[in-house]
Nanobody, 121 residues
Framework: QVQLVESGGGLVHAGGSLRLSCAAS????????MAWYRQAPGKQRELVAH???????NYGDSKKGRFTISRDNAKNTVYLQMDRLRPEDTAVYYC???????????????WGQGTQVTVSS
């Protein structure tokens, strides 16, 4: 199996910064796309940022310029640097990875358990 463990959430004032991390462990042959999603109370889960195995990153609306996604393939880890945070960024943030567990196996979707980010005004 594969487990994703997130860390770095918390409470911050508007204008502040947080850095989220998500590390994958278990049976991993290769990790393709990595992404962060978020879900605020009463709203649908939305894409925050995506970083492919190769190619350029992409960001959801209103995140580009404030959020930066990066990955460390040697550590099977994806990061989300969040700057100039706003109260509307308050949500549970989830990491997502597409993982191939063995040579020739299918690629599978995995999700982290979520980490709460709260931005006070």
């Amino acid at each position: 199996q594969v487990q994703l463990v997130e860390s770095g959430g918390g409470l911050v004032h508007a204008g502040g910064s947080l850095r989220l991390s998500c590390a994958a462990s278990g049976d991993i042959f290769s990790i393709y796309g990595m992404a962060w999603y978020r879900q605020a109370p009463g709203k649908q889960r939305e894409l925050v940022a995506h970083i492919p195995g190769a190619g350029s990153t992409n960001y959801g609306d209103s995140k580009k310029g404030r959020f930066t996604i990066s990955r460390d393939n040697a550590k099977n880890t994806v990061y989300l640097q969040m700057d100039r945070l706003r109260p509307e960024d308050t949500a549970v943030y989830y990491c997502h990875m597409i993982v191939q567990r063995n040579t020739g196996s299918l690629r599978e979707d995995y999700w982290g358990q979520g980490t709460q980010v709260t931005v006070s005004s």
